[in-house]
């Protein structure tokens, strides 16, 4: 089984509902296709690892680029963990907001997917891209699901991000609605 395929079995079977959709995990794909040879990819909130693998697809034979993802919650981490990845993965268990602060300006694409980083210390996220970087953010589209503050603190982060003095930002009707950054 190639790893996008483990990683949604290992999502099912461990019961974590908050894997990437297809659609945004094949944009992750294209975008980590295109990281400069000696780049750095981030992800922020792991889960069971199905971002990672969408990332690991995209390098294809590529080993020249790092894959680094911080996950929080050491029991979903340890689900990530089962997969036999390839050494440039790194996966890491700590708060997104206590790792940025390390990484300013070291990173070519971050794909910014739990709370820390996102609704809460989006400014530390954009301050790790490198110039030319690029952030990619999904969940941007209102589900009728959400929760009311929710919904107002998903709309900060797309609004943060359109508006953004240091970011060329597009929306995006893909998967669950995303916004594209490109750091200035
Ligand atoms: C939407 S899920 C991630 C899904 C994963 N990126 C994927 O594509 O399959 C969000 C994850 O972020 C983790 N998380 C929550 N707060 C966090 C924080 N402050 N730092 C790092 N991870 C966090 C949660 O435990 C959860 O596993």
């Not at 792991?46 to 919650?73: F, I, N, Q, Y």
Request: hydrophobic share 45%.
């Amino acid at each position: 089984m190639d790893l996008v395929d483990a990683a949604y079995a290992r999502a099912e079977s461990s019961g974590f509902p908050m894997s990437c959709e297809r659609p945004v995990g094949q944009l992750l794909a294209a975008l980590a296709a295109g990281v400069r040879p000696g780049g750095h990819i981030l992800e922020l909130g792991t889960g069971a690892g199905v971002g990672v693998a969408w990332l690991v697809r995209g390098l294809g034979e590529r080993t020249d680029v790092t894959v680094t993802s911080v996950e929080l919650d050491p029991r979903t981490a340890a689900v990530a963990a089962t997969q036999a990845w390839p050494s440039f993965v790194d996966l890491r268990v700590a708060d997104a907001c206590v790792f940025l602060p390390t990484a300013a300006g070291a990173f070519d694409l971050i794909f910014a997917d739990a709370p820390g980083g996102k609704t809460e210390g989006l400014d530390l996220t954009i301050a790790a891209l490198r110039p030319r970087g690029i952030l990619a953010v999904d969940d941007m589209r209102p589900a009728a699901d959400w929760p009311e503050d929710f919904t107002a603190r998903q709309d900060g982060v797309r609004r943060t991000l359109v508006e953004h003095p240091h970011l060329v930002s597009v929306e995006l009707d893909h998967g669950s609605g995303m916004v594209l950054s490109t750091r200035r």
